[in-house]
């Protein structure tokens, strides 16, 4: 529950809102409903079905289980980090998507995309966040917060941190003009300089 904990500790999240799984099979393991962060520990975790049915553990799993669900039947994540971040969520309320404010938003697959609202806990949310991470790693519910994937619980909670610097950034920027928006090109150039340096890959 380290991750939770560090997400509550860095401001992603406030109480006992947000939260986290990993799929391990067909079996998915997230954090309980209403239950401090700082309380959380590894007994707390509830253990559902791809269809939501509840295998184990005594609390009662978070109510986003269906957002969770949808994201993992539609895409090959495989841990989910669930926050409600302020300037993510500051950003969804006047905007559709976040646009290329600096290169390194390719980690997300590029432009981050806004689902539309949905109340909590609903089908509808679960398919407006499935829709909106189509070839992406990280995506912001409106008026509500953000969601970010991975191959392991580690890559979605840095993913989340990326996500929330580059609303910051680009919150901030508004703040004294208009930002400059990299191109679909230029943000082709940095993937392929980065593939030609083998950038972020141990020699």
């Known amino acids: 529950?380290?991750?939770?904990?560090?997400?509550?500790?860095?401001?992603?999240?406030?109480?006992?809102?947000?939260?986290?799984?990993?799929?391990?099979?067909?079996?998915?393991?997230?954090?309980?409903?209403?239950?401090?962060?700082?309380?959380?520990?590894?007994?707390?975790?509830?253990?559902?079905?791809?269809?939501?049915?509840?295998?184990d553990g005594a609390r009662r799993p978070s109510s986003e289980v269906p957002m969770h669900l949808a994201i993992y039947r539609s895409t090959d994540a495989r841990a989910i980090v669930h926050t409600h971040?302020?300037?993510?969520?500051?950003?969804?309320?006047?905007?559709?998507?976040?646009?290329?404010?600096?290169?390194?938003?390719?980690?997300?697959?590029?432009?981050?995309?806004?689902?539309?609202?949905?109340?909590?806990?609903?089908?509808?949310?679960?398919?407006?966040?499935?829709?909106?991470l189509d070839d992406r790693t990280g995506a912001i519910l409106q008026n509500h917060g953000a969601v970010t994937v991975g191959a392991t619980l580690r890559e979605a909670y840095e993913r989340s941190l990326l996500l929330e610097w580059l609303c910051t950034l680009f919150w901030r920027a508004q703040q004294v003009g208009t930002p400059r928006i990299l191109t679909a090109d230029e943000l082709t150039a940095v993937r392929d300089q980065a593939a030609r340096l083998r950038y972020g890959t141990r020699p």
């Open 1 to 55: 529950m380290a991750f939770q904990l560090a997400a509550f500790e860095c401001g992603l999240s406030t109480g006992t809102s947000g939260n986290l799984s990993v799929r391990v099979d067909d079996v998915v393991l997230i954090t309980p409903s209403s239950l401090d962060p700082r309380d959380t520990g590894p007994d707390d975790l509830c253990a559902v079905s791809l269809t939501g049915d509840q295998l």
């Open 85 to 132: 971040s302020e300037y993510a969520t500051a950003i969804s309320l006047t905007h559709d998507e976040l646009p290329a404010v600096h290169y390194n938003i390719n980690s997300l697959g590029g432009p981050v995309r806004v689902a539309p609202y949905a109340t909590f806990g609903t089908p509808e949310l679960a398919a407006n966040i499935a829709a909106a």
